[in-house]
Every structure is written in structure tokens, then in C-alpha cells.
């Protein structure tokens, strides 16, 4: 089976546009795992407008399935102006303190809205090498958010990590098109690829409902979704969108 592991950024960007402590991130948590989710996703961005530092460990002491903290290795600490808010410790500090069962490493800018590409190997790589060995002594597996492109995934192995993580927004764009069976082949290339080079197989980035039976990838593991299970939670209620999300991931097994 296919891994589901949900990203709870928009739940705690929901809490953090009041004063308030809700909605709880822990509980939500806790109700996608009893529900059948096998992970919980974070990406703690520096200014902490939604997933915070704090959110990390109380996730890391609660939870008893995967954690998986994305976020780009190169951030430094911010000091928090809010009183409520811990100072964010940079991503190599964080992950330190919490020790994730994976860390996921992405290429995004401080203030960029959501991620939107994936790793230049030629250009970041001998700055990443470093980073992936230090990860993996925290004893984190270590994945490297990717675009498709087959044949930068030796790359990664080359580095060190363990998974990539395919940046699937342009799968999802096609398929709402209507016409993505070519944009499927690139992703399907990627991941036997990444297989043959010895690489775990993660994916996600606007997967939802419609568009993942259709995402038939050999070898994938795990899929990390967030915004549009949010969405779909408020209309069916997590329990349910859980089950669907995993009625849909046992579609797209090949």
C-alpha cells in the first residue's frame, strides 16, 4: 500500500488567523491517525504563519506514526515578535530538537506562498551533501523535493538522500486539463529512475480525489497531501476524507 501522511499546515493556519489555540493541531492529528492516516506532515516556513516550532515537538511527543518536516535546509532563525509564538531555530536546528522520522528538504524562499519547484542539483548539490549526511546522523531519512525529470535522480542518490519527493502540481494541472497522460509518462520515467538509483519514491503537491486513482507510479511510497484534504474535511469530515484519500491511493496501485 501507499503511504498517506497528512500535511497540517492549513489547520494551523486556520488557529493562527485568531488569538486562539484552535483548532488544535495535536488533536487533528491524532483524528487523522485514528481515522488511518499513516503520517503526519509539516512545513514550518520561518515567519510561522502557520506550522510553528512549537507545533513540531508537540506533534513529535504525541503522535505515534511517521513525522515528516519539510522545509528548506539553508533557513536560518527568525526571532519571534508574539508572545505566544517561539522563535523559529532555523530548519537544521529544528530538526535537531525533534528528531523527525523524515525530513524533507525543499528549495523554497522565505516568503513564498507554497512550494513551486523542486532542487537544482547543479546548482545546490554540494551545499546539500553536508546537510543530508548531518540529517542523517539525527537518524532521519532524507528526501529531496524533485521535479520529474528522470535523469536528475541519480543525482540525488549521488548526494546521499534517501527519497525524493516528485513535485506533482504539473500532473494535477494536466489532469484537470484533461490530457495528462504525457505529463503521467515524465513522473512514471522519474520514478523508475529514482528506483533503479535506490531511491524511495514520495510525491505530492495538489493531489486530491480526482486526480490521484489516475497517478499510477511504480514504486511510490508515500504521498503527502494538505490542502485539498482540508477542503475535502470540511465537506465529508476527516474520518471520511481519510477513508476516501485511501480508497483513492488503492486505485492508483499499479
Do not use: W
Not at 506533534?59 to 505566544?84: C, H, M, W, Y
Not at 528526501?143 to 502540481?169: H, W
Amino acid at each position: 500500500m501507499i503511504d498517506l501522511s497528512i500535511n497540517l499546515n492549513k489547520i494551523a493556519l486556520i488557529r493562527n488567523s485568531r488569538d486562539t489555540s484552535i483548532p488544535d493541531v495535536v488533536e487533528h492529528a491524532q483524528l487523522c491517525i485514528a481515522a488511518g492516516a499513516d503520517g503526519i506532515t509539516v512545513h514550518p516556513r520561518p515567519d510561522q504563519r502557520h506550522i510553528r516550532a512549537q507545533d513540531c515537538s508537540a506533534l513529535k511527543a504525541a503522535i505515534t506514526v511517521e513525522l515528516n518536516i519539510e522545509g528548506n535546509p539553508f533557513t536560518q532563525a527568525r526571532i519571534s515578535d508574539r508572545a505566544n509564538v517561539s522563535d523559529y531555530p532555523g530548519f537544521l536546528a529544528l530538526v535537531d530538537a525533534v528528531r523527525p522520522a523524515q525530513a524533507t528538504l525543499v528549495p523554497d524562499a522565505d516568503g513564498q506562498l507554497t512550494s513551486d519547484h523542486g532542487f537544482d542539483l547543479d546548482k545546490d548539490g554540494a551545499r546539500l551533501e553536508p546537510i543530508i549526511a548531518k540529517l542523517k546522523g539525527m537518524g532521519c531519512r532524507v528526501s529531496l523535493f524533485m521535479d520529474p525529470i528522470p535523469q536528475n535522480m541519480a543525482k540525488a542518490a549521488q548526494l546521499g538522500a534517501d527519497r525524493v519527493e516528485l513535485y506533482t502540481e504539473s500532473y494535477a494541472q494536466a489532469h484537470k486539463r484533461g490530457r495528462f497522460q504525457a505529463v503521467l509518462a515524465d513522473f512514471q520515467a522519474s520514478a523508475i529512475a529514482a528506483h533503479e538509483a535506490g531511491l524511495g519514491v514520495n510525491a505530492g503537491h495538489d493531489l486530491n480525489l480526482s486526480n490521484l486513482p489516475a497517478f499510477q507510479l511504480p514504486h511510490l511510497a508515500e504521498v503527502s497531501i494538505g490542502h485539498a484534504f482540508t477542503v475535502d474535511a470540511l465537506r465529508y469530515g476527516i474520518a471520511e476524507t481519510v477513508k476516501r484519500y485511501k480508497a483513492a491511493l488503492a486505485q492508483s496501485l499499479l
